[in-house]
Protein backbone atom coordinates (compact mmCIF):
# COMPACT_ATOMS: atom_id res chain seq x y z
CA UNK A 1 0.00 0.00 0.00
CA UNK A 2 2.77 2.74 0.81
CA UNK A 3 4.48 1.89 -2.50
CA UNK A 4 1.04 2.76 -4.46
CA UNK A 5 0.34 5.87 -2.47
CA UNK A 6 4.20 6.77 -2.82
CA UNK A 7 4.05 5.91 -6.57
CA UNK A 8 0.23 8.46 -6.73
CA UNK A 9 2.23 11.18 -5.55
CA UNK A 10 5.01 11.03 -7.42
CA UNK A 11 3.02 10.60 -10.48
CA UNK A 12 -0.03 12.58 -9.84
CA UNK A 13 1.61 15.51 -6.98
CA UNK A 14 5.04 15.79 -8.28
CA UNK A 15 5.12 14.79 -12.13
CA UNK A 16 5.43 18.08 -13.95
CA UNK A 17 4.56 20.45 -11.09
CA UNK A 18 6.61 23.23 -9.22
CA UNK A 19 7.84 20.56 -7.05
CA UNK A 20 9.67 18.27 -9.88
CA UNK A 21 11.38 21.82 -11.48
CA UNK A 22 12.97 21.89 -7.79
CA UNK A 23 14.28 18.62 -8.43
CA UNK A 24 17.68 19.74 -9.96
CA UNK A 25 19.03 16.35 -9.87
CA UNK A 26 16.00 14.58 -11.65
CA UNK A 27 16.10 17.46 -14.21
CA UNK A 28 19.64 16.24 -14.36
CA UNK A 29 19.00 12.66 -14.85
CA UNK A 30 15.38 13.30 -17.30
CA UNK A 31 17.92 15.36 -19.36
CA UNK A 32 20.66 12.39 -19.83
CA UNK A 33 17.14 9.72 -20.30
CA UNK A 34 15.58 12.28 -22.88
CA UNK A 35 18.83 13.31 -25.08
CA UNK A 36 18.10 11.19 -27.45
CA UNK A 37 14.97 11.06 -27.78
CA UNK A 38 13.04 11.03 -31.58
CA UNK A 39 10.22 13.44 -32.41
CA UNK A 40 7.55 10.47 -32.24
CA UNK A 41 8.48 9.61 -28.56
CA UNK A 42 8.33 13.21 -27.75
CA UNK A 43 4.97 13.45 -28.68
CA UNK A 44 3.92 10.61 -27.02
CA UNK A 45 5.85 11.58 -23.79
CA UNK A 46 4.40 15.10 -24.42
CA UNK A 47 0.95 13.50 -24.80
CA UNK A 48 1.31 11.61 -21.44
CA UNK A 49 2.19 14.70 -19.91
CA UNK A 50 -0.63 17.10 -21.63
CA UNK A 51 -3.25 14.51 -19.96
CA UNK A 52 -1.86 14.39 -16.41
CA UNK A 53 -1.35 18.26 -16.88
CA UNK A 54 -5.47 18.03 -17.50
CA UNK A 55 -6.14 16.02 -15.05
CA UNK A 56 -3.77 18.04 -12.35
CA UNK A 57 -5.08 21.23 -13.96
CA UNK A 58 -8.98 20.08 -12.98
CA UNK A 59 -8.04 19.31 -9.38
CA UNK A 60 -5.94 22.80 -9.12
CA UNK A 61 -9.06 24.86 -10.69
CA UNK A 62 -11.71 22.77 -8.22
CA UNK A 63 -9.91 23.79 -5.40
CA UNK A 64 -9.28 27.32 -6.21
CA UNK A 65 -12.86 27.61 -7.16
CA UNK A 66 -13.93 25.87 -4.10
CA UNK A 67 -11.88 28.16 -1.76
CA UNK A 68 -12.69 31.10 -3.33
CA UNK A 69 -16.68 30.71 -4.82
CA UNK A 70 -17.86 33.85 -3.43
CA UNK A 71 -15.46 35.75 -5.63
CA UNK A 72 -15.56 33.54 -8.50
CA UNK A 73 -17.25 34.25 -11.57
CA UNK A 74 -19.95 30.90 -12.88
CA UNK A 75 -19.54 31.87 -16.34
CA UNK A 76 -16.45 31.99 -17.47
CA UNK A 77 -16.37 30.80 -20.72
CA UNK A 78 -18.25 32.46 -23.60
CA UNK A 79 -19.15 30.07 -25.97
CA UNK A 80 -16.85 29.94 -28.71
CA UNK A 81 -16.93 29.05 -32.54
CA UNK A 82 -15.22 26.56 -34.42
CA UNK A 83 -12.76 28.68 -35.39
CA UNK A 84 -11.39 29.66 -31.35
CA UNK A 85 -11.61 26.12 -30.71
CA UNK A 86 -8.67 25.58 -33.92
CA UNK A 87 -6.86 28.96 -32.89
CA UNK A 88 -7.03 27.51 -28.70
CA UNK A 89 -5.92 23.79 -29.99
CA UNK A 90 -3.51 23.85 -32.41
CA UNK A 91 -2.39 28.00 -33.51
CA UNK A 92 -1.87 29.51 -30.36
CA UNK A 93 0.27 26.36 -28.62
CA UNK A 94 2.74 26.26 -31.72
CA UNK A 95 3.21 30.05 -31.51
CA UNK A 96 3.55 29.78 -27.83
CA UNK A 97 6.06 26.94 -27.94
CA UNK A 98 8.28 28.62 -30.12
CA UNK A 99 7.81 32.07 -28.30
CA UNK A 100 8.21 31.43 -25.07
CA UNK A 101 10.64 27.71 -25.39
CA UNK A 102 12.50 28.20 -27.97
CA UNK A 103 12.60 31.71 -27.67
CA UNK A 104 12.30 33.19 -23.89
CA UNK A 105 13.43 29.59 -22.31
CA UNK A 106 16.55 29.80 -24.34
CA UNK A 107 17.75 33.44 -23.82
CA UNK A 108 17.04 32.86 -19.83
CA UNK A 109 19.76 30.15 -20.21
CA UNK A 110 21.61 32.77 -22.09
CA UNK A 111 21.19 35.35 -19.70
CA UNK A 112 22.11 33.34 -16.72
CA UNK A 113 24.92 32.02 -18.13
CA UNK A 114 26.42 35.97 -18.75
CA UNK A 115 25.36 37.28 -15.26
CA UNK A 116 27.45 34.54 -13.94
CA UNK A 117 30.42 35.03 -16.59
CA UNK A 118 29.91 38.84 -15.43
CA UNK A 119 30.06 38.50 -12.14
CA UNK A 120 33.37 36.28 -12.03
CA UNK A 121 34.75 38.52 -14.15
CA UNK A 122 34.23 41.97 -12.69
CA UNK A 123 33.61 40.67 -9.02
CA UNK A 124 36.23 37.67 -9.14
CA UNK A 125 33.43 35.97 -7.19
CA UNK A 126 31.45 32.76 -7.88
CA UNK A 127 28.13 32.62 -9.22
CA UNK A 128 25.33 31.27 -6.73
CA UNK A 129 24.78 27.72 -8.72
CA UNK A 130 21.05 28.00 -8.48
CA UNK A 131 21.24 31.09 -10.95
CA UNK A 132 22.61 28.55 -13.63
CA UNK A 133 20.24 25.57 -12.99
CA UNK A 134 17.73 24.38 -15.13
CA UNK A 135 15.35 24.93 -11.90
CA UNK A 136 15.99 28.48 -12.26
CA UNK A 137 15.01 28.52 -15.82
CA UNK A 138 12.39 26.61 -15.58
CA UNK A 139 11.04 29.02 -12.78
CA UNK A 140 11.63 32.34 -14.61
CA UNK A 141 10.45 31.04 -18.03
CA UNK A 142 7.21 29.80 -16.49
CA UNK A 143 6.38 32.70 -14.57
CA UNK A 144 6.68 34.80 -17.26
CA UNK A 145 4.37 32.23 -19.31
CA UNK A 146 2.03 32.30 -16.80
CA UNK A 147 1.92 36.10 -16.52
CA UNK A 148 1.09 36.16 -19.96
CA UNK A 149 -2.23 34.55 -19.81
CA UNK A 150 -3.35 36.96 -17.74
CA UNK A 151 -4.78 39.30 -20.30
CA UNK A 152 -6.71 36.78 -21.51
CA UNK A 153 -9.56 37.93 -18.61
CA UNK A 154 -12.24 39.32 -20.89
CA UNK A 155 -11.36 38.28 -23.86
CA UNK A 156 -12.85 34.55 -23.35
CA UNK A 157 -12.16 34.35 -19.43
CA UNK A 158 -13.50 36.31 -16.63
CA UNK A 159 -10.56 38.04 -14.54
CA UNK A 160 -11.28 35.58 -11.87
CA UNK A 161 -10.98 32.62 -14.63
CA UNK A 162 -7.62 34.49 -15.88
CA UNK A 163 -5.95 34.23 -12.52
CA UNK A 164 -7.25 30.79 -12.08
CA UNK A 165 -5.74 30.04 -15.25
CA UNK A 166 -2.07 32.02 -14.60
CA UNK A 167 -1.96 29.98 -11.09
CA UNK A 168 -2.47 26.82 -12.27
CA UNK A 169 0.46 27.85 -15.51
CA UNK A 170 2.97 28.54 -12.80
CA UNK A 171 2.21 25.42 -10.33
CA UNK A 172 2.39 22.50 -13.36
CA UNK A 173 5.16 24.00 -15.39
CA UNK A 174 4.62 20.86 -17.93
CA UNK A 175 5.81 22.67 -20.92
CA UNK A 176 8.44 24.40 -19.66
CA UNK A 177 9.93 20.66 -17.51
CA UNK A 178 9.64 19.01 -21.00
CA UNK A 179 11.76 21.66 -23.17
CA UNK A 180 14.11 21.82 -20.33
CA UNK A 181 14.66 17.93 -19.97
CA UNK A 182 13.74 16.80 -23.85
CA UNK A 183 15.54 19.95 -25.29
CA UNK A 184 13.22 19.83 -28.56
CA UNK A 185 9.76 21.25 -28.84
CA UNK A 186 8.15 17.84 -29.41
CA UNK A 187 7.16 16.73 -26.33
CA UNK A 188 5.87 20.62 -24.90
CA UNK A 189 4.02 21.06 -28.21
CA UNK A 190 2.12 17.62 -27.17
CA UNK A 191 1.47 18.46 -24.18
CA UNK A 192 0.31 22.02 -24.52
CA UNK A 193 -2.34 20.65 -27.60
CA UNK A 194 -3.43 18.68 -25.07
CA UNK A 195 -4.01 20.68 -22.65
CA UNK A 196 -5.67 23.34 -25.08
CA UNK A 197 -7.64 21.00 -26.90
CA UNK A 198 -9.43 19.74 -23.63
CA UNK A 199 -9.71 23.16 -21.31
CA UNK A 200 -11.79 24.79 -24.80
CA UNK A 201 -14.24 22.01 -25.03
Known sequence: MTVHLRNFYRDFCEDYTIVHALNSRRLAEESRRYANLTWEEGVKLGFAA????????????????AIFKHVMDQSNKKPGSDLDFI??????P????????????????????????????V?????????????????AS?????????????????SAGAATQAVRIFLCPVEAILYQTTGT?????AAHMTNNLFFSL
Do not use: M
Open 142 to 158: NLLFALAHLPNGGDYLS
Open 185 to 189: LAAPL
Open 94 to 121: IIEEITFRKGLQNLISYLQRSVCYLIAL
Open 50 to 65: GVQSVIRGCVVISAIH
Open 123 to 139: VHARCIPWLLSPTCTII
Open 87 to 92: QSGFFY
